[in-house]
């Protein structure tokens, strides 16, 4: 089944915002509820990842990037133009804030606000190549082996992404950018933006560059109940 472009662009718009909104949201919520910052990233952690497998769940037959450096190695793979991939960040961002703006209004706080956490220096960059290469991989070997379960696969990558990068694995230039936007607990400053964007462009370039070598192999000749 295809979708036109509209409904496409429709479910990227509403499927990042409800992204941020858990992204941001559980953050708040978190943070309101221990003064323990492990306890507050788990729970910002597990939120992200179950939310992550449902949208992909339910939006993935219309359009379910959520992402504009997917969207782009989207692009480059030609399965969807450039012009789309342009359309499709620019709603990711849009959604991505409009998210952020809901989190505040649920929460009770000051809709417009800018962050002022420091989130910068090449161990923060490094992580955020490792993170973006990590989940574009992710994306590209499970749609390659195992599309039915992508979902699950991309939740369960970013819950272990969280606590495996000293990033807490953004991934995601649009949820950069609108957490951006949040003086919460995870803000980032927008002067902190442009080295995460370039770090998740590369590693997601990368992947994209391995994946298309690696996983293009002729399947084994061999029955895995032959080797013992």
């Known amino acids: 089944m295809t ?7 429709a ?5 990042t915002a409800i992204l941020v909104a858990t992204v941001v949201g559980s953050g708040i919520m978190a943070d309101k509820l221990s003064d323990d910052v492990a306890i507050s990233l788990l729970g910002n952690t597990l939120a992200t990842g179950a939310i992550l497998v449902v949208l992909i769940t339910i939006l993935g037959p219309i359009s379910a990037h959520f992402n504009p450096v997917v969207s782009l190695v989207a692009a ?3 399965d969807i133009t450039l012009s789309e991939a342009a359309a499709y960040a620019l709603v990711q961002i849009v959604g991505g ?7 505040h209004a649920m929460f009770d706080l000051p809709i417009f606000q800018v962050s002022e956490t420091v989130r910068t220096g ?3 960059w490094t992580a955020e190549a490792v993170a973006a290469f990590g989940l574009l991989f992710t994306i590209l070997g499970g749609v390659r082996f195992r ?12 819950t272990a992404a969280y606590w ?9 230039p649009a949820v950069a950018i609108a957490r951006s936007l949040t003086n919460t607990f995870s803000g980032i400053r927008p002067l902190d933006l442009p080295g995460f964007v370039i770090a998740e462009t590369v590693g997601a370039l990368l992947a ?8 293009a192999g002729n399947r084994p000749t061999f029955s895995p109940k032959e080797v013992v």
């Open 208 to 215: 994209a560059a391995l994946a298309s070598w690696l996983f």
């Open 97 to 103: 804030i409009a998210g952020t703006w809901i989190a």
């Open 3 to 9: 979708f036109d472009i509209r409904r496409r662009l």
């Open 122 to 124: 090449m161990p923060q």
């Open 11 to 15: 479910a990227e718009a509403l499927g």
């Open 164 to 172: 495996a990068t000293s990033s807490t694995s953004f991934a995601n």
């Open 76 to 78: 480059i793979k030609r």
């Open 147 to 158: 599309p039915d379960s992508v979902a699950w696969l991309v939740g369960l990558y970013i």
